[in-house]
Nanobody, 130 residues
Framework: QVQLVESGGGLVQPGSSLRLSCAASGFTLDYYAIGWFRQAPGKEREGVSCISSSDGTTYYADSVKGRFTISRDNAKNTVYLQMNSLKPEDTADYHC???????????????????????WGKGTLVTVSS
């Protein structure tokens, strides 16, 4: 089955860290740029980070820059999102997906234009609360 599966979410206190994983099955993940998205209740989906397929260039939304780090392990067919200094406003359902249209810069909002994704995972919930 071709899919992406996210894991690693949970309930943590402000200032804590979590590492999310995005594991691919049924396809080779390193052929694609991979983006991490989040959606909080009542808010629009936000592209928070993306990693290119070619040279591993990383991209971040301003809201997470300096706190989140995206990486990929092609041998494990997995992309990670290390989240440090978590804030209550980081609370959301986090999903990963493969970029099939557009660029990572568009995904995280640093460039304008359309983008398209596929292989959306079911998500992992991150709750930051004291």
């Amino acid at each position: 089955q071709v899919q992406l599966v996210e894991s690693g979410g949970g309930l943590v206190q402000p200032g804590s860290s979590l590492r999310l994983s995005c594991a691919a099955s049924g396809f080779t993940l390193d052929y694609y740029a991979i983006g991490w998205f989040r959606q909080a209740p009542g808010k629009e989906r936000e592209g928070v980070s993306c990693i290119s397929s070619s040279d591993g260039t990383t991209y971040y939304a301003d809201s997470v820059k300096g706190r989140f780090t995206i990486s990929r392990d092609n041998a494990k067919n997995t992309v990670y999102l290390q989240m440090n200094s978590l804030k209550p406003e980081d609370t959301a359902d986090y999903h990963c997906a493969a970029v099939i249209l557009g660029s990572c810069a568009v995904v995280v909002g640093t460039s304008k234009g359309p983008y398209g994704m596929k292989y959306w995972g079911k998500g992992t919930l991150v709750t930051v609360s004291s």
